[in-house]
């Protein structure tokens, strides 16, 4: 009676391994075994480095979006004066609303802010900016303005200027202690008309938020002087709001309009960005599926190696057969052969794609240079480099879609030669 080993006994192991290895005689094999090998560790590179790409991506677009935005807005709707007229609507009680707000559970800081388009002109140069105006402590609140490390000049001299974006500067080319001056077309009012206001400013600060949009674009004046310029006294054009969990600001929108009152509207971060995000998404699963079928295909070398390497050794399989070994072990050892093939390729594919993932800037810095500079232009992307943020959780996704799918083409082999007649195996031999 035939006796049954152990599963994956210590032989098993030994045997597959032998068949693994190369030789002069079974070229063909080694030479299959080293394609699926390589062609699993590419595709597992591929799909760690893409996936960390995108997400450090996401992470970066969403850090500098709720580093120098807030994260929800309260304002009030337009007036309408006519038929055919409307102003935008304003807060005339911005003190107590901003208290009131800032009083609410989830609300970290409340800043009342007034806003304004203008032409921002140093010389014979001149860029579209928008203004914004607050306080110093208010200003000294947004992380990816206030960053010392980032910013030029010193913020504390806000008062006595104006602070404005890197982009801005760079254009127009000025720096800390330059004049600029500002121009709104909504002026002062005569009997002519309305006039344009232009009013002259030192530049105290320059800063680097990190997002071209806002450096390209972005001046923040002190608070009093922007009521003045844009006709505001004592009013202001909306409540910046910042809260404990940005990711769930929705569930602040019913306890602000309710403080808002009659005509209150809330914009938050997610209704000026959600599209793109959304949009993210979808690429990184339409991605995650594209990578996925390449590591498939690559799997599927498996396949054709071990396919070949049971016709190899067919007559080692009677003998092994007529020695005792089960169609179970049979089996077994094959399917350990293409289980170290994706293994091992996974292995490989995982440190080739961390390592990758590791230097992403420095390889975006040799594309850029091998390129002239075009690789990353950061007023298509936003930002300004291709960030990389290696996560557990992609680490795992990619381990477990080359394993799963290593093993499940390594089984249709293994079963076949499992069921192979010993004695056809050997009739010939």
Known sequence: ?????????????????????????????????????????????????????????????????LGANPHTTLYMAPRQIDDETAVPGIISDYDALTQAVAALPGVTRATAVVKGQVLVQAGDRSNIGQVYGLTLADLKAIPRVADAETGIGNI????????????????????????????????????????????????????TAGRYDIDQTRVYMPLAEAQSFFN?????????????????????????????????????????????????????????????????????????????????????????????????????VFFLCGAFTGIIGTLIGVVLGVALSLNISSIMAAVNWLTGGGAWDPAIRGIYELPAKLRGIDLLKAVSLSLVLSLVVTWFPARRAARMNPVEALRYE
């Open 156 to 207: 504390d001299d806000f008062d006595s200027g104006i602070a404005i974006g890197s982009g801005i500067a760079r254009e127009l080319g000025v720096g800390v202690g330059s004049s600029v001056r500002l121009i709104s077309p909504d002026g002062a009012q005569t009997a002519f008309g309305t006039t344009p206001r232009v009013n002259a400013y030192k530049v105290a600060y320059i800063f």
């Open 232 to 332: 505001r006294e004592d009013a202001a054009d909306e409540i910046q709001i910042m809260t404990t969990d940005p990711e769930r600001v929705d569930r602040l929108t019913p306890a602000l309009l309710a403080a808002g009152g009659e005509g209150a509207q809330v914009w938050t971060w997610r209704d000026s960005s959600g599209q793109f995000l959304k949009a993210l998404d979808i690429e990184d699963d339409v991605m995650f599926v594209i990578l996925s079928i390449l590591v498939l295909i690559a799997s599927m070398n498996i396949t054709s190696g071990l396919i070949m390497l049971v016709k190899n050794k067919g007559r080692d399989i009677g003998i092994l057969r007529t020695m005792g070994l089960t169609q179970g072990s049979i089996l077994r």
């Open 1 to 65: 009676m035939q006796r049954s080993s152990r599963p994956f006994a210590p032989f098993e192991f030994m045997i597959a391994w032998r068949y693994l290895r190369a030789r002069r005689a079974e070229g063909g094999v080694s030479v299959m075994t080293w394609i699926s090998l390589i062609g699993i560790a590419l595709g597992v590179m591929a799909l760690i480095a893409t996936m960390a790409v995108r997400s450090g991506f996401r992470a970066e677009f969403v850090d500098t979006i």
